[in-house]
């Protein structure tokens, strides 16, 4: 039986995408912090999916703690079996301006979206090299593609993962291992609900009206991109002509917001 580990398990994307591959008979293991959270979203789960506990594993824990990462990660290995799918879903975002920010804000972000990652992806990554197969789903953000008002700390650790992820797909191609990065725009969860409370005019006139999607929706299309090894999933034509071509368009749409937001 497939063994798919998803972080941030426990609500939003990460929980949908535990949903759909309950329900293709693989069993999942779900990281978040809070326990609370961990076993309603296992009690949901098994209402929805009529699969058993057995099959749903719940693990408490902060990806931004490395030495708990590898403890908790290789106990829920040895438990359950290797891990054949990662889905990195563990995230947050806090939007305000540069300067509201706090050192310790800013680093929050940047230990759970950048290095939270990487910590759970190195806790796997030497079995699948050594089992020659695995594959990696890391979730980025449309606002990992462009700089987006009162997002600084959020913008950085989330197009960080976009070289992180493609460095690693060089090395980790050659050992079986398929790196994929994904670039969700607004999706809707509690992350979302949060977030919008805080979203700058700036960055509403900014991102415009692209419409949100639910997060079965975003679920589906990162299963079926796994299923086809896809290394990237841009959700929307914006996204996909933003990551293609916008080195030389975001100069212009940088101008254009600049001027629109003045008058
Ligand atoms: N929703 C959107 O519009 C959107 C758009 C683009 C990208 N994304 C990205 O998609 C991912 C999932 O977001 P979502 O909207 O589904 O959010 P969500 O519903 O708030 O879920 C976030 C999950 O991450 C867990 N988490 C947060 N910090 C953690 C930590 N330090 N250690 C372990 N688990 C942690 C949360 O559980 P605990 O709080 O209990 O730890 C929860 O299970 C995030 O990376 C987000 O940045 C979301």
């Known amino acids: 039986m497939v063994h798919v580990v998803i972080t941030g398990g426990s609500s939003g994307i990460g929980l949908a995408v535990a949903r759909q591959y309950l329900e293709r008979a693989a069993r999942v293991s779900l990281i978040g912090r809070s326990q609370e959270r961990l076993e309603a979203a296992r009690a949901r789960l098994i209402s ?3 699969r058993s506990a057995d099959d749903i594993l719940i693990a408490s824990l902060d990806v931004t703690d490395d030495a708990a990462v ?10 359950v079996g290797p891990c054949d799918i990662l889905v990195t ?6 939007p305000m301006p540069f300067d509201a920010l706090t050192g310790a804000q800013f680093k929050r972000h940047v ?26 789903m890391i979730i980025s953000s449309g606002a990992g593609l462009i700089g987006l008002h009162g997002y600084t ?12 992820a493609e460095a690693l797909r060089v090395e980790s191609r050659w050992h079986g291992i398929d790196v994929s990065i994904c670039f969700p725009p607004d999706t809707d969860t509690p992350q979302l609900a949060d977030e919008l409370k805080l979203r700058p005019a700036e960055a509403v006139a900014m991102i415009g009206r692209a419409g949100l999607w639910s997060s079965e929706a975003v679920a589906r299309r990162i299963v079926r991109a796994l299923d086809r090894r896809q290394a990237e999933i841009f959700f929307t034509p914006t996204l996909y002509l933003l990551a293609r071509f916008g080195g030389v368009a975001k100069p212009w749409i ?4 600049h001027r629109s937001w003045r008058r």
């Open 70 to 79: 590898q403890a908790v990660l290789s106990a829920i290995e040895a438990d």
């Open 153 to 164: 700390a959020y913008c950085a650790s989330k197009s960080a993962l976009v070289g992180f």
């Open 48 to 50: 929805e999916t009529g």
């Open 89 to 94: 879903a563990a995230g947050l975002v806090s």
């Open 111 to 136: 230990d759970t979206n950048l290095n939270g990652t990487v910590h759970v992806i190195s806790a796997v990554y030497a079995g699948m090299k050594a089992r020659r197969q695995g594959q990696i």
């Open 254 to 257: 940088y101008r254009w917001f």
